[in-house]
């Protein structure tokens, strides 16, 4: 759908860590046409007005506002808290993200092939307590959660193949 495709998280990265029994993972990938750095990838997925509709949400419902000036920041690994998250693992190349309540994780990941750029995002959800199953909510939105997964890695992969100067 849109140019994203779903697949297995990439070996020995961070999301791969969660791949344990009673945890949910995913991950989807698309390909830009160019080369983008990680730090253009971060930023573009947060000021996307997908991501600024969540953005809104969280800051009237859990009181975790969030702006472009904070994206560019976690994009720049200057700040370790965004919104709702708190860098659980940086490096070069991925960012892990945990949710206040320590129950998701988003993952982001870029990885440079000759001209192009492949543009990794995933998540996991794992149990509040080991054993315990994710719960009847989480069945009931996981639909939804996989479908606006795949659309906020569609925008974000949009907003970088029409990105201008402005973003800089």
Same mark, same amino acid.
């Given at each position: 759908?849109?140019?994203?495709?779903?697949?297995? /998280? &990439?070996?020995?990265?961070? =999301?791969?860590?969660?791949?344990?029994? +009673?945890?949910?993972?995913?991950?989807?990938? *698309?390909? %830009?046409?160019?080369? %983008?750095?990680? !730090?253009?990838?971060?930023?573009?997925?947060? *000021?996307?007005?997908?991501?600024?509709?969540?953005?809104? %949400?969280?800051?009237? *419902?859990?009181?975790? &506002?969030?702006?472009?000036?904070?994206?560019?920041? =976690?994009?720049?690994?200057?700040?370790?808290?965004?919104?709702?998250?708190?860098?659980?693992?940086? !490096?070069?190349?991925? =960012?892990?993200?945990?949710?206040?309540? !320590?129950? *998701?994780?988003?993952?982001?990941?870029?990885?440079?092939?000759?001209?192009?750029?492949?543009?990794?995002? +995933?998540?996991?959800?794992? /149990?509040?307590?080991?054993?315990?199953?994710? +719960?009847? %909510?989480?069945?009931?939105? =996981?639909?939804?959660?996989?479908?606006?997964?795949?659309?906020?890695?569609?925008?974000?992969?949009?907003?970088? !193949?029409?990105?201008?100067?402005?973003?800089?």
């Amino acid at each position: 759908m849109f140019s994203v495709e779903k697949c297995s /998280p &990439p070996k020995d990265t961070f =999301l791969e860590n969660y791949l344990i029994n +009673g945890n949910y993972v995913d991950c989807y990938v *698309t390909t %830009i046409d160019k080369q %983008i750095s990680f !730090s253009e990838f971060v930023f573009a997925f947060y *000021t996307t007005w997908l991501f600024k509709v969540e953005a809104f %949400i969280l800051t009237y *419902t859990v009181r975790k &506002p969030s702006s472009d000036v904070e994206a560019r920041k =976690l994009s720049n690994a200057e700040i370790e808290q965004f919104a709702a998250w708190t860098v659980e693992n940086r !490096s070069e190349k991925e =960012l892990l993200m945990c949710d206040f309540v !320590s129950h *998701t994780r988003s993952w982001f990941m870029v990885e440079q092939v000759e001209d192009k750029t492949k543009l990794y995002f +995933g998540s996991a959800v794992v /149990p509040k307590k080991r054993g315990e199953g994710l +719960g009847f %909510i989480f069945n009931l939105l =996981l639909g939804f959660h996989q479908i606006y997964s795949v659309l906020l890695l569609y925008f974000a992969k949009q907003r970088l !193949s029409h990105r201008g100067d402005r973003d800089h």
